[in-house]
């Protein structure tokens, strides 16, 4: 079965200072899906990358798809109080179900 | 934000004890999902419906059932709950047909089993 991997786990950063979220599969990606999770809330989706070398930005969250590596990872750039929370991503491993992987856990300091 | 709710949003019960969690949406969505989260876990698919009265099994179904008699609608029953089902459980919803990942999800239940 798929299994993602994020890393790191938990990530505390200084206001403003750039930061790098990583999301790799054991299996091919068919499609590499990222959430925001406020705590005690619901997931958000952010974007969906689907093809190799595709990259996507909101904001100041970019985030870039490596086919051949399995790999997507997620930028966030000069970041803010706003953007602490939980980062997932989610792959579509072509059974038409997503694959969690399990949280990065993102403090902003002020 | 789509229209979807939870209830109850917390609950505490006891082992043994039936427990069914609703999940509502009015978006007309076709698809429905129950996930669970636990920590280092991420999450986790329970089942998911792709129509009325059509459930399929998730990765961690055993223990849970599911009905869909509306496509509003969709509930999920621990028939008798454990202390391993205390967890923090959500409902998602898609019409993205073919594409998994476009899911709107709603605000979680807090469940725990003593």
């Known amino acids: 079965s798929q299994e993602l991997e994020q890393s790191p786990q938990s990530l505390i950063v200084q206001e403003g200072k750039n930061l790098t979220i990583n999301c790799t599969s054991s299996k091919t990606l068919y499609g590499l899906y990222w959430y925001k999770q406020k705590y005690g809330e619901g997931l958000i989706f952010l974007m969906m990358l689907q093809k190799g070398g595709e990259e996507k930005s909101h904001e100041k969250i970019t985030a870039k798809l490596d086919e051949k590596k399995q790999q997507s990872s997620l930028h966030i750039t000069a970041s803010q109080p706003s953007h602490a929370g939980i980062y997932l991503c989610?792959?579509?491993?072509?059974?038409?179900?997503?694959?969690f992987g399990q949280g990065t856990t993102l403090q902003v300091k002020p | 934000d789509a229209g979807i709710t939870q209830s109850p949003r917390h609950k505490v019960t006891e082992t043994g004890t039936p427990v069914t969690l609703r999940c509502h949406q009015t978006?007309?969505?076709?698809?429905m999902y129950w996930y669970r989260q636990d920590p280092g876990h991420g999450l986790r698919l329970i089942h998911y419906?792709?129509?009325?009265?059509?459930?399929d099994k998730g990765e961690v179904s055993d223990g849970y059932s599911v009905s869909r008699s509306k496509t509003e609608d969709f509930l999920l029953t621990l028939e008798s709950a454990t202390s391993s089902q205390t967890s923090v459980y959500f409902c998602?919803?898609?019409?993205?047909?073919?594409?998994?990942?476009?899911?709107?999800f709603g605000p979680g239940t807090r469940l725990t089993v003593l």
């Open positions: 978006e007309n969505h076709r698809y």
């Open positions: 989610g792959a579509d491993g072509n059974t038409g179900k997503l694959i």
């Open positions: 419906s792709y129509g009325v009265k059509d459930t």
């Open positions: 998602a919803i898609s019409d993205a047909s073919g594409r998994a990942g476009e899911q709107f």
